[in-house]
């Protein structure tokens, strides 16, 4: 019985890392930080994804603050990309990556408008990419707990 | 956006270079930068000839008629004074015979002179008077004493018509006269009116009288009479005019037959055909009297020349008048000389001119040859920076592709679908290779590449690169093994990624093109080869001759498989000199280390054989040239781009040596490169954490083993690994010889070698008589004594699980040591036979995915500095999976904080771009900090510093973007290289390799 969910549970997961895959959303530096779990480690990605989340959402309300002033700061924007891009580049979430690199492109023109832009985008692109990895956890600890439980 | 960044930076820089490079075009020369006035020069130049030709024309012209000139006054000034002096003497002379007449004819009484004696006396002297036609003397009469005359002499006076004189108041008659002019006797000479004037004139002035020219009677020439007046009595001192008149007694005259005198007198000059001479009688001025030549104006009449004539006349004036005959010659020396001057100057001018116009041509040439090559070179440059680029963008996209496929094949595939996928994948696997490759060569074509100057372990690098290809040979059933020659040293000093990737290059090459035989690997100093490859004539290279015996012929040659190579050097018959030479040497060894190292750099030799394919013939000459594979075939059935072995070349050329091959179709290759490193000093490398020797586990020390093996070139590789264990080598031919060997010492009181360890080459095994049973023999035989069991340990290149089950019921070992050999894996397997050592192996899975990074990274202390969280902890999660003991920092001053010294890091990893304190601020910082250190520790003299060596962490950039520029700025502020964030292994590997010291796995 458990057998059978865990194994539908990894289908699962596999499908959906997948997806993400096929999406752009991930690349395969998700798949390193994968690896990078082990025995030793056992939530190893867990830890780092909910890690990169604070420090996203941090970096994204910073970055909103910083767009609304009348004054944009594009150094201190830039620097905040920066951030993100590292964190997200870390994660592999390769999509979010590619959207701090639009914004660092517009604050490097000093283009309010299309930083505007590519702020949505970031945002968006966060979203989609916590959405997921939140899914991909609780199906990672749903397999931890019955196999645990076998 | 960097990356942006850098590209712009790139462009503009290239563009700056061109700019530069079109300035020094402004240095145009002078003829450059006048072109187009060349022409007119030429013009100028010919114009400005034309009139200093002409002006020497003129001047040397006028020199000639200066010249004529002067030739003319002078020719007619001694005409002049020569007929004048002539003149004069006849006039003396008719003086004189005038005071003779006056003497003898009228002081003596009676007259001494008569007709008879008068034209005698004259005939006689007229030599003296050589102008003078003839003289005679009139005597004066007045009307009253006229018949009184006319009485005495017997004739009536007559006139010049010859008739009876008219009454006069006076007359004149001829009573004396030379006979030349005999006709004028009786004459009155008053009766013409010339001679009458005349002779009024000479009594009244005393003196010599002229008339003017007139026909002269009997000849009929022009001619002039001169009239001396004769003195009856001796005039008082100062008479008057009317005391002469009284005092007359006659006259004296004589004609002066100027035109023919003239003419003999000239006659006797030089030069007399040249010049006109015309004597004119100018007394009265606006009316001259020809005297002498013709009336006519014949001659040159521009150039005329008068010259005074004297004839003792006061009262007449005559002057000479001269001029050339013919006209003036045209000066044709004035002419020529000119004209040549002229043409020479027009030829001189031409060829400037062509010069010039060449000197244009050619610079205009030579200028845009410059500017082709800039832009050629910024082509070039372009090219090589954009091929960077594209490679390095390429890149991230490829590795998403192949990590997609990686994922794609761990589904439930179809079988098609799974073959689609992994080929895909291997595709994918070569693009990035090529990328890599052709990411190098516009390295090394930009320049850029530099090689490093490390101290590194050459035998290890070998070992290394064997690992890598061991599952590719072992899967095709190649043996694929390194020798290493004793006499080379440990460690040398130079760049051992490039020297890997020389060495990956060729023996990549030689296991995709060989499908059977050996790979064989060999390294030695090229000093040792020379006697060697000199004694051997080299009848057949590269022949094709030999093809027909080796089709099936495995077994027969003495190389290391027992198939036909190339080059025959590496067979036994040659390798053998190699290996007794060492053992002989072996001894001396010591000393000539120490001799050696005198002299600082190594000529390492290294060849690869194999038994491949082999090239053909008409290709082998093209071998190095980046993408020129054998024939297009051969990249389709074996693939790759041939770019390696021209970026092989360039590297062994960057590392002073040169890389050769002898190939042999259908029988192999062998491609021998030598390279130059620096020796290490021993007491440079002690000084520093860098390892001493290879982290071999010394436990094998002492032991003792027999090798088992037919083919004596494996033998020597296998005792070259075991050799690098400590571990003491025999040799046996066939398990029997080794199991009698064993038996001898056994029996003996053992203090021969008894073998620890006996190692079978399984080919051996398997065939002929030495079957399973036999080692069970040999072990029977050892149960009755007290020694220890030999381990017996099977060599092979493959095993099927058949076979390895056979192995150990016949007594082998459970380990059976995988081909081809490496130091590191022999000792492991040794340990697990032996039981000796520790069993310290954390992890199995690691250990099987990336054994040398854990190597590498095992235990050390590290510090991650990074002000990003999520990356920290991905890279901390990264390091400590190798088993590293990862400790962070935030920010550079929290690093530097913790790099404060002592501290026990191995090595730190820098992120680049942090808020405050960027890395290489931080570097920077920390670099400052150690030398300090260093500085004082160097001063004082203390046990523990001396033995720790000098601080220097090694810092590694963690950098997102991995450009040049960055990696010079990279080494400009201190650190020792970067990895690519997030960690790659191969790229962690290469960045750590260099720093940190392998830990052993299994070591003591």
């Not at chain 2, 002067?70 to 003396?92: G, K, Y």
């Not at chain 2, 590194?456 to 095709?476: G, H, P, T």
């Not at chain 2, 080692?775 to 149960?783: A, E, H, P, V």
Request: hydrophobic residues 40%; aromatic residues 8%; proline residues 3%.
């Amino acid at each position: 019985m458990n057998h059978m969910a865990i194994a539908a549970l990894k289908t699962q997961r596999r499908n959906l890392v997948q997806s993400m895959f096929d999406e752009g959303v991930l690349d395969n530096q998700f798949n390193q930080l994968q690896d990078l779990q082990d025995s030793s480690n056992p939530n190893f990605v867990e830890e780092v994804i909910a890690l990169f989340c604070n420090d996203a959402e941090r970096i994204i309300t910073e970055l909103n603050r910083y767009l609304n002033d009348q004054n944009v700061d594009f150094s201190k924007l830039d620097s905040y990309v920066h951030q993100l891009k590292g964190s997200s580049s870390s994660i592999g979430a390769y999509r979010l990556k590619l959207a701090c690199v639009n914004l660092r492109q517009a604050s490097e023109e000093r283009n309010k408008e299309e930083c505007a832009g590519a702020f949505n985008s970031i945002r968006r692109e966060y979203y989609v990419v916590r959405s997921k990895l939140q899914v991909l956890m609780q199906l990672e600890r749903h397999i931890v707990n019955l196999e645990n439980q076998q | 956006m960097g990356l942006k960044l850098q590209q712009s930076q790139h462009h503009h820089s290239v563009a700056v270079k061109v700019n530069e490079q079109m300035g020094t075009k402004r240095g145009y020369t002078f003829i450059q930068s006048n072109r187009a006035w060349l022409p007119k020069f030429l013009l100028l130049w010919v114009v400005v000839m034309a009139f200093i030709s002409a002006w020497i024309y003129k001047k040397m012209d006028a020199d000639s008629k200066v010249r004529r000139e002067e030739v003319l006054i002078t020719m007619c000034d001694q005409r002049a004074r020569v007929l004048q002096d002539q003149f004069r003497v006849s006039v003396n002379h008719v003086h004189a015979l005038a005071i003779l007449v006056s003497t003898f004819h009228y002081y003596k009484n009676p007259s001494a002179i008569d007709q008879e004696t008068f034209a005698e006396y004259t005939a006689r002297t007229a030599f003296e008077r050589p102008l003078l036609s003839g003289v005679a003397y009139a005597e004066r009469v007045v009307h009253s004493e006229r018949e009184k005359f006319e009485r005495q002499h017997g004739w009536t006076i007559k006139t010049m018509e010859r008739e009876a004189s008219p009454i006069r108041d006076e007359y004149a008659p001829v009573i004396f006269s030379q006979e030349t002019v005999s006709y004028i006797e009786s004459l009155d000479m008053m009766s013409g009116e010339e001679d009458r004037e005349n002779i009024l004139r000479s009594r009244a002035t005393g003196k010599a009288v002229l008339t003017s020219p007139f026909r002269l009677l009997g000849s009929h020439h022009l001619g002039v009479v001169l009239t001396f007046p004769v003195y009856k009595s001796k005039l008082p001192t100062r008479p008057t005019v009317e005391e002469r008149i009284e005092a007359t007694a006659g006259y004296l005259g004589g004609a002066f037959d100027v035109e023919s005198l003239v003419e003999n007198l000239l006659g006797q000059l030089a030069g007399n055909q040249a010049i006109l001479v015309n004597v004119y009688d100018v007394t009265n001025s606006s009316d001259p009297m020809i005297m002498y030549g013709h009336q006519n104006q014949d001659g040159d009449l521009a150039l005329v020349h008068e010259s005074k004539l004297d004839f003792g006349d006061p009262s007449r004036k005559h002057q000479m008048i001269c001029r050339y005959h013919q006209k003036a010659p045209t000066s044709w020396t004035a002419l020529t000389t000119a004209f040549l001057f002229f043409v020479i100057c027009l030829l001189v001018g031409y060829i400037l001119y062509g010069a010039a116009m060449h000197i244009v041509k050619v610079e205009d040439d030579f200028h845009e040859m410059q500017e082709l090559k800039v832009r050629a070179e910024a082509a070039d440059v372009a090219k090589s920076q954009f091929l960077a680029t594209v490679s390095h963008e390429i890149r991230t996209p490829m590795n998403g592709i192949l990590g997609m496929l990686a994922l794609l094949l761990d589904t439930d595939l179809s079988s098609t679908q799974r073959d689609y996928a992994l080929t895909a994948q291997v595709c994918g696997k070569a693009l990035i290779t090529l990328i890599n490759e052709v990411l190098d060569r516009a390295k090394i074509e930009a320049g850029k590449l530099e090689l490093e100057t490390v101290p590194f372990n050459i035998r290890s690098i070998f070992d290394d690169v064997l690992s890598l290809f061991s599952e590719k040979s072992r899967n095709k059933g190649l043996e694929l093994a390194v020798f290493v020659s004793d006499n080379v040293p440990e460690m040398v000093i130079g760049d051992p990624g490039r020297f890997r990737q020389i060495i990956t290059n060729l023996v990549g090459n030689s296991v995709k093109f060989t499908e059977r035989g050996h790979i064989f690997v060999k390294a030695h100093l090229a000093e040792n080869t020379k006697p060697m490859t000199e004694a051997k004539p080299e009848n057949h290279f590269n022949g094709g001759l030999d093809e027909g015996m080796l089709i099936s012929g495995a077994g027969h040659f003495k190389t290391l498989s027992g198939y036909e190579a190339a080059d025959e050097r590496n067979s036994w018959d040659y390798f053998k000199h190699l290996v007794l030479e060492e053992e002989l040497r072996y001894d001396a060894s010591i000393n000539m280390a120490i001799a050696d190292e005198a002299s600082r750099g190594v000529t390492l030799m290294v060849s690869v054989e194999d038994t491949g394919i082999g090239i053909p013939l008409i290709a082998q000459d093209r071998v190095f040239m980046p993408f020129m594979q054998a024939d297009s075939s051969t990249s389709r059935n074996y693939g790759g781009t041939g770019i390696g072995l021209s970026i092989t070349k360039c590297l062994v050329e960057l590392m002073g040596g040169h890389i050769s091959f002898i190939s042999r179709p259908q029988v192999g290759s062998t491609f021998s490169f030598t390279t130059v490193f620096e020796r290490c000093k021993k007491a440079s490398y002690n000084d520093t954490k860098k390892p001493v020797a290879e982290d071999l586990p010394s436990g094998f020390r002492g032991l003792k083993a027999i090798v088992v093996d037919g083919k004596p070139v494996r033998a020597a590789v296998t005792r070259y690994h075991l050799k690098r264990l400590g571990i003491l080598v025999e040799f046996a031919n066939s398990v029997k010889i080794a199991a009698s060997e064993c038996g001898k010492n056994g029996s003996s009181c053992g203090s021969k070698i008894q073998p620890d360890i006996i190692l079978v080459e399984k080919d051996l095994w398997l065939s002929g008589e030495d079957g399973g049973l036999s080692l069970r023999m040999f072990d029977g035989k050892q149960n009755g004594h007290v020694f220890k069991l030999p381990k017996l340990i099977l060599l092979a290149t493959n095993i099927t699980n058949v076979e390895l089950e056979k192995a150990k019921v016949a007594g082998f070992a459970d380990t059976v040591i995988m081909k081809p050999m490496r130091a590191t894996m022999v000792a492991a397997c040794l340990q697990q036979v032996l039981g000796i050592g520790k069993k310290r192996q954390p992890g199995k899975h690691m250990l099987n995915r990336s054994p040398i990074l854990q190597g590498l990274l095992c235990g050390k202390k590290i510090l991650v500095v990074d002000d990003n969280l999520v990356n920290r902890r991905v890279a901390a999660g990264a390091l400590k999976k190798f088993g590293a003991a990862v400790e962070c920092a935030e920010s550079g001053k929290a690093a530097l904080k913790l790099l404060q010294l002592p501290h026990c890091f191995d090595a730190c990893f820098m992120d680049i771009q942090m808020p405050e304190m960027d890395g290489f601020e931080a570097t920077r910082r920390i670099r400052m900090m150690e030398s300090q250190a260093n500085e004082q520790m160097n001063g004082s003299i203390d046990e523990d510093s001396a033995s720790k060596g000098e601080w220097h962490v090694p810092i590694l950039a963690m950098t997102a973007d991995v450009f040049l520029a960055t990696y010079d700025e990279c080494l400009k502020c201190g650190m020792d290289g970067y990895v690519s964030k997030p960690f790659e292994e191969e790229n962690l590997y290469q960045a750590v390799a260099k720093f940190l010291k392998s830990n052993p796995i299994l070591g003591s």
